[in-house]
């Protein structure tokens, strides 16, 4: 019955997602900025004097409507010199970044070939999370085996950004965001959001079975549809609603045929899928568009919330849990066999896991 179930809720999760994402995909604003890189002058066709005005006008509305930057727009608009073949690459590309590193290159038989590559490689990435996942799992798990203190392990778990971070930025291997004050503040509620999701997940794991936690946090899609009616009255479709109904029925099967249920594990792991929805929709409809920084690229806006996230978590972990609480859990775990080096590798790699997902 829980394999039946299994497969439902992941039929029904596949279904709910491709609802939350077809409205984004299928309307005519493009997901990403618009690149022009490769101007076609096919007449090489100048505009004369008596429609400068207009062609002027025509290029400001443009430039408005897709945010294009004027080094990419001097380069669409302004027609190659007599006797240069060659087309240049617009300066505007950026290989750090993801929305444009792939139009660096001008030969079209060379984005045709990466096609296939890309595909392979998103294989290969989506295996790898799939795996880190499972380390993630099992290393918090062994980490609360042994010390049973959640708002501490997840603390050093999140602490664990800076210094990786930090070796990246220091070295140049990845370019440093440079966030204003008002960035930042943009970016808090996010990083709410995510330490919220990770604490609460970390004590849903220590308070019960980490399958438990995954079933709740298989909820996800239905705490999406309901934040985003209840809070932006954006509706999806009614087919979309009633594939909710598996997810919740498997839920609520597996809640009531756990044996290791626990109304702790049962609430963290709730809360874990809430805030989790609640960031997702926050990042799409509330900071799309909102200038962010610069060099935010996907990996550093993880990097940065990571790191506002411990900055938030530190003072709670210490007023739940507190300096006394932390060495009582650590010599009972030294009483019990462990050793020191075992704890410090025990935190250290459920760090590391915590930043390869």
Request: one cysteine or more; aromatic letters at 10%; proline letters at 6%.
């Amino acid at each position: 019955m829980r394999i039946v179930t299994a497969i439902v809720g992941l039929f029904a999760t596949v279904r709910v997602v491709h609802g939350l994402v077809q409205p984004y995909v299928s309307t005519n604003k493009p997901l990403l900025s618009m690149r022009v890189n490769r101007p076609a002058w096919s007449n090489k066709i100048v505009p004369s004097s008596s429609s400068s005005s207009l062609f002027e006008s025509t290029i400001a509305i443009y430039k408005e409507a897709t945010g294009t930057t004027s080094t990419a727009l001097n380069s669409a608009t302004s027609p190659p010199a007599e006797g240069d073949d060659k087309e240049e690459i617009d300066e505007s590309c950026d290989p750090f970044d993801p929305e444009s590193s792939e139009y660096c290159t001008t030969d079209p038989t060379d984005i045709a070939n990466d096609g296939l590559k890309r595909k392979i490689r998103l294989t290969g990435l989506f295996a790898l999370w799939y795996i880190l996942n499972i380390g993630y799992n099992i290393g918090n798990k062994s980490v609360l085996n042994a010390l049973p203190i959640p708002w501490t392990a997840a603390t050093i778990e999140l602490f664990f950004g800076f210094p990786y971070v930090l070796l990246l930025w220091s070295t140049g291997l990845r370019k440093t965001p440079k966030l204003s004050l008002d960035n930042v503040k943009t970016l808090s509620s996010s990083a709410f959001f995510l330490a919220a999701t990770h604490v609460a997940g970390v004590i849903s794991f220590g308070a019960g079975a980490i399958s438990f936690t995954h079933i709740l946090k298989a909820t996800e899609p239905v705490w999406a549809a309901l934040i985003s009616a209840v809070a932006f009255k954006d509706f999806l479709p009614l087919p979309v609603y009633a594939t909710l109904i598996p997810i919740m029925g498997g839920v609520g099967l597996a809640s009531m045929k756990e044996l290791s249920f626990t109304w702790l594990a049962f609430i963290s792991g709730t809360i874990s899928a809430v805030t989790s929805a609640s960031k997702a929709i926050l990042s799409k409809k509330v900071l799309d568009g909102k200038p962010l920084g610069e060099n935010l690229t996907p990996a550093n806006m993880f990097a940065v919330l990571t790191i506002m996230g411990f900055l938030l978590v530190a003072p709670a972990a210490l007023i739940v849990e507190g300096p006394a609480v932390v060495q009582t859990a650590w010599a009972t775990a030294l009483a019990n066999g462990y050793t020191k080096a075992e704890l410090l590798r025990l935190l250290s790699l459920s760090g590391f896991f915590v930043l390869s997902i």
